[in-house]
């Protein structure tokens, strides 16, 4: 199947073809005939699998047929729930509208509003919003949503997560009733499918991937380690793969910073981010991070979803997510676009009750090993040991550095070969991360 096969203008096909992007994803492929054809749209799809392309692509094909814009009013808006995403989107529009006339914006918190409310008063045909600062805009009259014709909603079970459904349904309430509506979420709850019903016209549904799958070209291992020798085993394992960028992920924001600077002491260039920098302080820190003038980057789970770094071959956790569904965002960074990768967890005894729910979302074997002279002092309990052994029932003491038996389903994710895939492969729960 090719972008041509499914409708797509020669502009669109040519700018795809600069990026060496010739064949579509599924969700792409699934989504792009019936985005064209007016319909709404529940997309179920996980991080990394080239939504953001889904639904950007045929709007700027919807946005050429229009015509030239009558006024300053936007024509398509997008909402998403952080900073890094609306960036990432924002740029992806740029990059694929190459060959289009099409103004555009994006507004987020963390940036002066002035030169936003300048940009919005030139006009734009799509807008890139997140909802906090799209709310400040709307509260100042300097954001006009009558004319919205699309009405996207990206990564909608995060925002509703993060706290943001009133202001979602403020914005709802700000959109024309007749216009088309597209919906992508990694996961439909109920009250989020609840939710879409209530502004959706009969939506067509497409579920890519299923439900907090992980892409079968990850490798997961677990180190049991004692949390106080977390540091030393990183910046061990940091030190033997010098030749890689990796993406480390913390607990919390003080713990991350606290982090990069022990990596710097060390002699590894590493940069964190976090929901208290500024925007400016995060963009330079990822900018350094993908020029490789910072090796590590360490984040917290603000970093999960709306960070847009291809091919990124292994990320760390050096803490364990406190919510298991966490842990398939901050992998989805690697294993991208059939490309192999490798999700590493440091792992503490404290950490077995944490470790348990993760396999059991997961449904995959996770490989579990001593690292050499790191070997931990407790063994790691996951609730179904026997009494007073911190181990399965029938399981015998592993000897130092002999690798530890595979925990979970029956199932291992190998690493499959590398191949070329489809535009975007890229793309919080926590709204102390930051506000929108």
């Known amino acids: 199947m090719s972008f041509e096969s499914l409708g797509l203008a020669p502009a669109l096909v040519r ?18 005939p019936l985005i064209l054809a007016g319909h709404d749209l ?53 990059a694929y509208s190459k060959f289009q006339r099409v103004q555009t914006a994006v507004v987020y918190g963390g940036a002066g ?18 909802p906090g600062r799209l709310i400040d805009h709307l509260e100042r009259r300097s954001a006009d949503l009558s004319g919205v014709e699309v009405l996207v909603l990206d990564e909608a ?40 019903m209530e502004f959706m016209r009969d939506p067509q549904q497409i579920q890519i991937a299923a439900r907090n799958a992980v892409a079968t070209t990850v490798a997961h291992r677990v180190h049991p380690v004692d949390a106080h020798r977390k540091r030393d085993l990183l910046i061990e394992i940091l030190s033997k793969r010098w030749q890689e960028q990796i993406l480390v992920f913390g607990k919390t ?5 606290r982090l990069a600077e022990q990596l710097v002491k060390s002699g590894i260039s590493a940069v964190a981010i976090h929901g208290n920098k500024s925007q400016s ?37 050096f803490d364990l997510p406190m ?28 950490e077995g009750l944490l470790l348990r729910a993760i396999i059991r ?41 002999q690798r530890r038996p595979h925990v979970g389903a029956p199932r291992h994710a190998h690493a499959g070969p590398k191949k070329h895939g489809g535009p975007d492969q890229g793309g919080q729960r926590r709204r102390s991360e930051g506000r929108g």
């Open 15 to 32: 700018a795809l073809a600069e990026r060496n992007y010739t064949a579509p994803t599924p969700i792409q492929a699934e989504a792009i």
């Open 42 to 94: 529940l997309g179920g799809a996980q991080t990394g699998t080239g939504k953001t392309a889904a639904f950007v692509l045929p709007l700027l094909q919807r946005l050429a047929a229009m015509g030239q814009r009558k006024d300053n009013r936007p024509r398509a808006l997008i909402l998403v729930p952080t900073r890094e995403l609306a960036v990432q989107v924002h740029d992806s529009i740029r």
């Open 113 to 130: 509003m002035q030169p936003q409310v300048d940009a919005l008063r030139r006009g734009v045909d799509i807008l890139v919003a997140t």
């Open 157 to 196: 079970d995060r925002m509703l997560d993060m706290g943001f459904l009133p202001a979602i349904k403020r914005v709802l309430a700000k959109v024309p009733s007749k216009r088309q509506t597209l919906l992508f979420s990694a996961t439909f709850e109920d009250g989020l499918r609840k939710l879409a």
């Open 253 to 257: 924001k003080h713990g991350c910073n």
């Open 281 to 317: 302080q995060r963009l330079r820190a990822l900018a350094d991070f993908k020029s490789g003038d910072a090796r590590v980057l360490v984040a917290t789970d603000v970093a999960a979803r709306g960070l847009d770094i291809p091919l990124l071959p292994v990320v760390i956790n």
């Open 323 to 350: 919510v298991a569904e966490d842990y398939i965002h901050r992998i989805g960074r690697t294993g991208r676009a059939g490309a192999t990768g490798e999700a590493i967890s440091l792992v503490s005894a404290e």
């Open 361 to 401: 979302l997961l449904k995959v074997e996770l490989e579990m090993a001593d690292y050499e002279g790191y070997a931990p002092s407790k063994t790691i309990r996951l609730g179904n040991e026997s009494p007073g052994t911190g181990r399965p029932s029938g399981e015998r003491p592993p000897q130092r550095n």
